[in-house]
Structure formats: C-alpha cells, structure tokens
C-alpha cells in the first residue's frame, strides 16, 4: 500500500484484538440472520471492537459470494466497531469484485490469502497478482498468511515487495513481524510471545465464545503487564486444548452455544456437524 493512500483512508484503530466470526447455520443449511446479529451484540457487549467477516472460521470455503456479502452487509449494520473483511478467493478477477463489496458496505480493512489453487505460483506471479490487488483497493491491506493451506507462503522476501498495511499469519511463524509493518497473529499459544517480540495484533477463533479473557490478554501486552499476560496465557492454554484440530470450528461454534443457547452449531460439508 502507498504511503498515500495509507495517510487518507486508515479512519480506526486496527491493533489489537480481532475476532474471526463463526457462520451460523440455520437447520436448512442457510444462514441463520438472528443467531449472527445476536452473536454481535454479545460480542460488543463484551467489548470486542473489531471483527472478521468471512474468515476461515467464518467457512468462507463453504460459502456462495453472495452469502459472503450478506455476512459483510449483516455485520457492518449490527456491528459498530471496526469491520475487516477477508475478500481473498482463488481468482483475481472475484477477489477485486469482493473489495469492491468490502468499500461499498464500509468495511474498514481487507484481507486477502494468495490465490489459493495454484500452489506452484512463482514469487513474481505473486507479486504481480497483489500489484494488481493494490492498484485497485482504498482500504488496509492485510495479507493473510495460511501456507497450511494454500501452500504459498508469504516469505520476507515477498513481504518486502508487496504493498501491505500488515500480515495475519497463522503460521505463527515469529519470524515474519520484522518483514512486516503491522503482523498479526493467528495462533492463540503464541500471544505473549509474539507480543513481547512486537506483534501488532491478534485474531483469534476461540474468542468468539470467550471474549472478556481475550481482552484481558489483549490489555495486558499492550501495557507490557507481561506477568499477568503469563497468568492469562496459562488459561488460554487450558481452553486450545479443547477448542482444537480436529473440529475446531464445530468446537468453536459449540462453545459459543454455550454462552448464547439459541446458536447453532452445524457446520457445512466437507466439515461434519
């Protein structure tokens, strides 16, 4: 991203805590509009301040575009904080249609994975596709690092090329904060060291369900209170290893059921509920 551009459209404060949004499910296998916009209000009652749309444990893999951008319409009307919108899909020409979606509802940042099926794309294919990414976007770009899946890893060799306001990376890879400007983790066991080494921000799934101990967490890096950031890992720690692989998003969407009974927990194929 052009230093311009980064001095006339960054509007809110994007560090910190970021919570990826599950997809209800209704028992049509459609989305459940009331089980979401309840989720959000509980989640700002609790005080979250940014959220995902369409993230992975949003299932962004199991949805049609257009229930993308109903998500992404649904959340920036119910959701008064920072809305970031996860736009990358396999293919340039959808991912550009789907920012063009992300600034028209008023989203407050884009993120975006490389474009996901074709694992053999060379470095300098990458750096075009984002080239064109950023030629064509007026919101913070984040790149959003999952090499798990999409076996196209951001290197800081890339990072170094490529326009970005930041990386969430749930590789958990600590290496890359330096590469970037703004690195975001996406690994809940690695807080309070990708923190103490100048970490940015934090999205974690599990906050979905457990948002007061996540802002806890949250407050206690950015005050460097790093003994009660401890105390706050060690519990967080104790809730990875039920929240977990395999399942993890079923879990997630169990565990927010069991603070708001009425959501529901299914999941779409090829996940099973």
């Known amino acids: 991203m052009s230093s311009q551009k980064m001095k006339t459209h960054v509007q809110v404060n994007l560090s910190g805590l970021i919570v990826p ?21 509980f989640l700002a009652d609790h005080g979250i301040q940014r959220i995902l749309v369409a993230g992975t444990t949003g299932e962004f893999f199991s949805l049609l575009p257009e229930e993308r951008r109903q998500l992404l319409g649904l959340s920036r009307r119910y959701f008064q904080g920072a809305v970031l919108f996860q736009a990358g899909t396999e293919s ?14 008023g989203a407050d940042a884009v993120l975006t994975l490389p474009p996901y099926y074709y694992a053999g794309a060379t470095h300098q294919g990458l750096i075009q596709y984002f080239h064109e990414v950023d030629k064509n976007i007026g919101l913070p770009l984040i ?57 940015y921000g934090l999205v974690s799934a599990r906050a979905n369900a457990y948002p007061e101990l996540y802002i806890k967490m949250e407050q206690a890096c950015k005050d460097a209170d790093w003994d009660h950031a401890r105390d706050l890992q060690g519990q967080i720690n104790r809730i990875i290893k039920t929240i977990c692989s395999p399942g993890q998003i079923k879990k997630v969407k169990q565990a927010v059921r069991s603070v708001l009974n009425n959501y529901p927990s299914r999941v779409r194929l090829p996940l099973l509920s």
């Open 21 to 41: 949004l599950t997809t209800p499910f209704d028992d049509r296998g459609t989305i459940n509009q009331i089980a979401l916009i309840e989720h959000l209000g």
């Open 92 to 105: 340039l020409a959808l991912t550009l249609e789907q920012i063009r979606w992300a600034e028209d509802f």
């Open 143 to 199: 790149l959003y690092n999952f090499p798990k899946h999409t076996s196209l890893p951001f290197t800081p060799e890339l990072l170094s090329v490529i326009s970005h306001f930041g990386l969430k990376d749930s590789s958990a890879d600590l290496d890359l904060i330096p590469a970037t400007p703004h690195y975001y983790l996406g690994g809940d066991a690695h807080i309070l060291r990708a923190f103490q080494k100048g970490a």
